[in-house]
């Protein structure tokens, strides 16, 4: 069995019951990308935020962004499903980022909805958590895990 496999079997029994194919750490994502040229990240974070905040440091082809909502106003993206359908292909695997966790969740379950057979969440996000003192970057997620980005 390969890596990729293995990483992906974990993924669908850890979100078993869930409307999307699974749920991956962010070290189980940049594994995933660097072991498959196919796989995507689909960012789903406003442009605001991979403009001001960063963005994960990938091959732009494995890096596709489709806000799941507007900036600004903070509305749903009416045109989600279809910006998915110009960046991906729907057998291919799709690992959904957002700041936290909450909005891939979403994605996922949406691309999946659309046919997407390998729809999954990136848990903990681009940022984490807040910690105590309300910052982000410091509980979970990507930067914290030491994972290869680019900052604003």
């Not at 040229?37 to 890096?63: C, F, L, M, Y």
Request: hydrophobic fraction near 40%; include cysteine.
């Amino acid at each position: 069995m390969s890596t990729t496999d293995t990483i992906l079997d974990a993924a669908r029994s850890r979100a078993a019951g869930q409307p999307y194919a699974g749920a991956v750490t962010p070290q189980e994502a940049f594994a995933l990308v660097q072991g498959d040229p196919k796989v995507k990240i689909v960012d789903v974070r406003t442009n605001a935020e991979r403009d001001w905040v960063g963005r994960v440091a990938i091959p732009d082809s494995q890096h596709v962004a489709v806000q799941w909502v507007t900036y600004p106003g903070g509305q749903p993206n009416p045109q989600f499903g279809p910006q998915l359908e110009q960046v991906a292909d729907k057998d291919e695997v799709l690992l959904f980022l957002c700041r936290s966790g909450v909005r891939s969740r979403h994605g996922a379950r949406v691309a999946t909805e659309l046919g997407y057979a390998n729809a999954f969440d990136i848990l903990e996000g681009f940022e984490g958590d807040r910690d105590e003192q309300g910052h982000r970057k410091t509980v979970g997620g990507w930067c914290k895990a030491g994972l290869p980005w680019v900052g604003a």
